[in-house]
Structure formats: structure tokens, C-alpha cells
């Protein structure tokens, strides 16, 4: 049976929807201001889209996971010209989204139907991206091969030699996922850099809730300070030592 897809209008703005798949929220968009991130763990990402570069100089991103494609959306408004792909397997999905919230005409968003795995494989080698962006959601469980080493060097092998990858990571209590991911890029590239931002309750394992991990070869200090300094709401960057017991355990 094919997955229930609704959008649900916004109580706090009137131009505000939310994608809904089989009654779970999968986006939040604003078709008036696109800058406008409604989900925490959506603004977090934001926040590394803002600071990877100077303000307003165009990225080639990369967006494994399109939903409502929010974050294509945020980008070209905050970041014009700039050159994407937006990645997802569902092409109803797609088809709903783009007819419901139409891109803007003069964007150079690129919408492609597939796999991640496979998109990974048919994309340009020559072509590197300045940020990745993974965000695999089916309803509200992740694809078993985002835990892979194999599947985030394909991420990282996709980067631009000062890029970044980052990937959404919405977790149980006690941090499973966050766990399996992190311990996977770092698997694939010991020597990457590598950071957790999200509420102190859920990177100490104590509540449910949305993570996001930050990986590069080098990470820029003015990342690290914009996820420690723009909120929205408490948070927590975790990095060195303080990572490595969240990840492989006190020794």
C-alpha cells in the first residue's frame, strides 16, 4: 500500500506547511520565506549551511533525502546561484512535493529519483560538493546501510577537499543510531574531523530526540561556534575526548 502523504497547515504562520507521511512529520516548509526552519535539528543544519562558507557565496550541495527538499528551498534563498541535488527514492513523493510547493523557476536544484547508494555511483567524480547533506527517512526509521562505513566513505569520497558531510540522526533514547553513525564515518575516514550537535538530554542518551553529526577533513572553527552560539534552543557540541566516550565507551 502506498504511504499517505498530506500536508498539514501550520499553526504558528499561515503560509507554513508540514509534510506528513502516513501521519508522521517530515518537513516543515514556509513557501514565503524559505529561510524560515521550523524544525530544531533542520535550524542546526542550517546553522552549518550559514557558516561553511562566506555569507551569501553560492555551495554545490548535495541532499540525500528531499522530503519537502526545506533545505534546497533555504539554500537558494540565503545562498543564490548556488548548484544542487536533491536526491530521494520516492518519486510520488517527489511528484506531490513538487506540484503542491513548486521550486523556484530559477533555481539550479536538480531533483533526482533514486536510491542514495545508487546516486552516489552515478553521480559526476569530478563534480565534489562543498556540504552533503543526509537526511534518510522512511516514516521514521533510517535505512539499515546508513550505518555502514562503506556507505559514508561513498559520502565523504563525495566531498570537496574543505567540504562537509552532514547527516540528520533521529534516535531513541540510550543514542543507538548515533552511535552506529558516528562509529561509521569514523570507520571510513579515521582521520576526519568529527562532532555532535543536539540537546544535552539526547546526546546523554537520557531522552529521544534529533542529533546531528558533523564530518570533514577539516572542520571550521566558525562552524563550531555557530552551532554552540544559535540556538534555538539549548545545546550541546560534543568533540574529542567528550565524543569518544559517547561513541566507543569509558575505558
Known amino acids: 500500500m ?19 507521511v502516513d501521519g508522521a512529520a517530515q518537513s516543515h516548509v514556509d513557501a514565503h520565506d524559505p529561510t524560515r526552519l521550523f524544525f530544531e535539528y533542520v535550524r542546526r543544519i542550517g546553522h552549518v549551511l550559514d557558516a561553511v562558507a562566506d555569507p551569501g557565496a553560492p ?15 533555504y539554500v537558494e534563498a540565503t545562498r543564490p546561484d548556488s548548484t544542487q541535488v ?31 547508494r545508487d546516486a552516489l555511483a552515478r553521480l559526476p567524480d ?6 552533503v547533506v543526509v537526511d ?13 562505513p562503506a556507505f559514508m566513505r561513498a559520502c565523504l ?4 577537499a574543505t567540504g562537509l558531510l552532514v547527516v540528520n540522526v533521529a534516535d531513541a ?3 543507538p543510531r548515533l552511535a552506529a553513525q558516528a562509529r561509521a564515518i569514523a570507520r571510513a575516514e579515521p582521520a576526519a574531523g568529527l ?36 540556538g534555538p534552543f539549548p545545546v550541546e557540541v560534543l568533540e574529542g575526548a567528550r565524543l569518544d566516550v559517547v561513541l566507543w565507551g569509558s575505558c
Open 59 to 73: 555551495l554545490r550541495v548535495l541532499h540525500l533525502g528531499g522530503g519537502a527538499m526545506t533545505l534546497a528551498r
Open 195 to 230: 562532532v555532535v550537535a543536539g540537546p544535552p538530554s539526547v546526546l546523554a542518551g537520557a531522552e529521544e530526540g534529533n542529533a546531528v553529526i558533523v564530518a570533514g577533513p577539516a572542520i571550521p572553527p566558525r562552524v563550531l561556534e555557530r552551532l554552540r552560539d544559535a
Open 126 to 131: 569530478d563534480e565534489p560538493f562543498d556540504v
Open 136 to 148: 534518510l527517512y522512511t516514516r521514521l526509521d533510517s535505512p539499515a546501510f546508513v550505518d555502514e
Open 2 to 20: 502506498a504511504p499517505r502523504i498530506e500536508f498539514e497547515a501550520d499553526v504558528f504562520s499561515s503560509t507554513g506547511l508540514t509534510l506528513l
Open 86 to 116: 536533491v536526491v530521494d527514492a520516492d518519486a510520488r513523493l517527489v511528484a506531490i512535493v513538487r506540484e503542491r510547493l513548486p521550486l523556484p523557476p530559477d533555481a539550479r536544484i536538480a531533483v533526482m529519483v533514486a536510491d542514495a
Open 157 to 160: 569520497d563525495r566531498l570537496d
Open 173 to 175: 533514547a540510550g543514542g
